[in-house]
């Protein structure tokens, strides 16, 4: 569980301003044993907060001065909520849980299509299919400001570090709701200066030094596939985005596969195979359900779905010859 810094914690330099004199517990304190608890050390915790491993320390001694009872066991290993501990921090759990949701409900209940929406997607989609349409969506509407992550890992959408994911996804996370945009064809590329035949069989390639998918790519039906194919002793160098791999066959450094719509563009990369249908994946527009009453976040949703279904036919990927 990763804990959300939030505007009401007190900071440093309010440290004065703190409740030391209180008999009840304020929330801040429940933000402060629920941290201790998620991170098993204050100087997790700390950097949870945005504070100093100090003022954690102050904090916590202050809540158990106030309850009087201990709350954490304290060890070489780090602090170990007692039974008193693990109540509070799962009581700081639900509050939290509770605002992160009013927080949503609230961002839903705008009437027109403006404002901010946070939005993440991979390098390679914004770079090869996103940017343009961002532009577009923007000329529709001006009162609505996109602010993109790029990231090849999913964001946590129930915490809100995003509000929509622009993903590939076979398998799409089931606590999400979202729309299938259409299908991402994959191909075999190569620069042009290597001089290779399209079309050849990949048997036909083996000899060829090949690109490979770094581990934090997290493509195991590419990893699956290169083996089948007897291409893993071919392989010469990894790189962990498909933005990376592109560079690398625009550098001359080998084959590899990649998504038809990053590599077509390209006039001296060419297409070597027909798009391979076990590599192919679904694009989809993922959110947290208390945000599908969204205007903002509907109209760029109908907006992208409506631009890349369009585009339908060139992102399944075109057969050669």
């Known amino acids: 569980m990763t804990l959300q810094k939030r505007t009401g914690m007190p900071s440093e330099s309010a440290s004065d301003d703190y409740p030391k004199t209180r008999s009840h517990l304020a929330w ?6 629920l941290a201790i608890a998620v991170a ?3 100087s997790g915790a700390s ?3 945005g504070v100093s491993h100090a003022t954690v320390f102050r904090r916590l001694g202050d809540i158990e001065k106030r309850l009087g009872g201990t709350l954490f066991e304290r060890s070489r290993t780090g602090y170990r909520p007692t039974p008193a501990g693990e109540e509070l921090a799962e009581t700081a759990k639900v509050m939290d849980q509770a605002a992160l949701a009013a927080e949503r409900k609230v961002a839903g209940r705008d009437l027109e299509p403006s404002g901010e929406i946070w939005a993440t997607t991979t390098d390679s989609l914004l770079m090869g299919l996103l ?5 577009e969506f923007r000329q529709h509407y001006p009162g609505i400001v996109v602010d993109v992550a790029v990231s090849n890992q999913l964001f946590n959408l129930t915490r809100r570090e995003a509000d929509i994911a622009i993903r590939p996804s076979n398998r799409p996370p089931e606590n999400l709701i ?3 945009l259409t299908t991402i064809g994959q191909a075999v590329y190569g620069h042009r200066s290597l001089g290779l035949t399209p079309g050849e069989p990949i048997s036909a390639l083996v000899d060829q030094p090949w690109i490979g998918a770094g581990p934090r790519l997290l493509d195991s039906k590419l990893d699956q596939w290169m083996d ?3 291409l893993k002793p071919a392989c010469v160098y990894r790189v962990d985005t498909l933005v990376g791999i592109l560079s690398a066959i625009r550098s001359c450094m080998g084959l590899a596969v990649l998504p038809c719509y990053l590599a077509d563009s390209d006039p001296d990369i060419v297409q070597l195979s027909d798009p391979i249908p076990e590599l192919e994946f679904g694009l989809w527009f993922l959110m947290h359900p208390d945000l599908r009453g969204v205007v903002r976040i ?3 949703m109908d907006f992208l779905t409506e631009a890349i279904r369009a585009q339908k036919q060139c992102l399944a990927g075109p ?3």
């Open 298 to 300: 509907h109209a760029l």
């Open 40 to 42: 098993g050390s204050l």
């Open 131 to 135: 940017a343009p349409l961002f532009t």
């Open 47 to 49: 950097r949870a907060m």
């Open 28 to 33: 801040n304190d429940f933000e402060v044993v």
């Open 228 to 230: 089948s194919n007897g």
């Open 319 to 321: 057969l050669l010859g």
């Open 178 to 180: 979202g729309r299938p």
